[in-house]
């Protein structure tokens, strides 16, 4: 499980302060993101050498509406590796573990110029699955 702290800025909202639905998927990435460099990996360094992750599919269930200025939090973890691809279950939850939202995230990994699947590099995969 990865946890990554989430401040919500007047720019996350819409006129009512309350997050607009499109940002929890800001905050599913900016978490996914963090994970990666926490274990080292630089997304710079994979897309020198021709490598991307890409969401293939979001499945999302809001459950609450999260507020300006509230202090959050993200826990990740993967659900499913494959080859090519890893599922996310990421939640959006406070201090008390109250849930806001709640995520299935697919990333495929690709050969960037061909825009072709590609297997996750070793190094991350191991990283994964120590985690998972």
Request: proline content about 2%; some cysteine.
């Amino acid at each position: 499980m990865f946890r990554w702290p989430i401040f919500i800025y007047y720019e996350d909202t819409d006129a009512g302060g309350v997050v607009y639905h499109s940002n929890y998927l800001n905050f599913f990435e900016q978490a996914r993101t963090q994970w990666l460099r926490s274990m080292g990996v630089s997304q710079t360094a994979l897309l020198q050498d021709d490598t991307a992750f890409v969401v293939k599919h979001a499945a999302l269930n809001f459950c609450k509406a999260a507020r300006f200025e509230q202090e959050l939090q993200v826990e990740s973890e993967v659900i499913q590796l494959k080859k090519a691809s890893l599922t996310f279950r990421q939640r959006l939850v406070d201090e008390q573990g109250v849930l806001y939202c709640e995520a299935d995230i697919q990333v495929a990994c690709i050969l960037l110029s061909r825009m072709r699947p590609k297997a996750i590099p070793q190094h991350i995969a191991q990283e994964f699955h120590g985690g998972s």
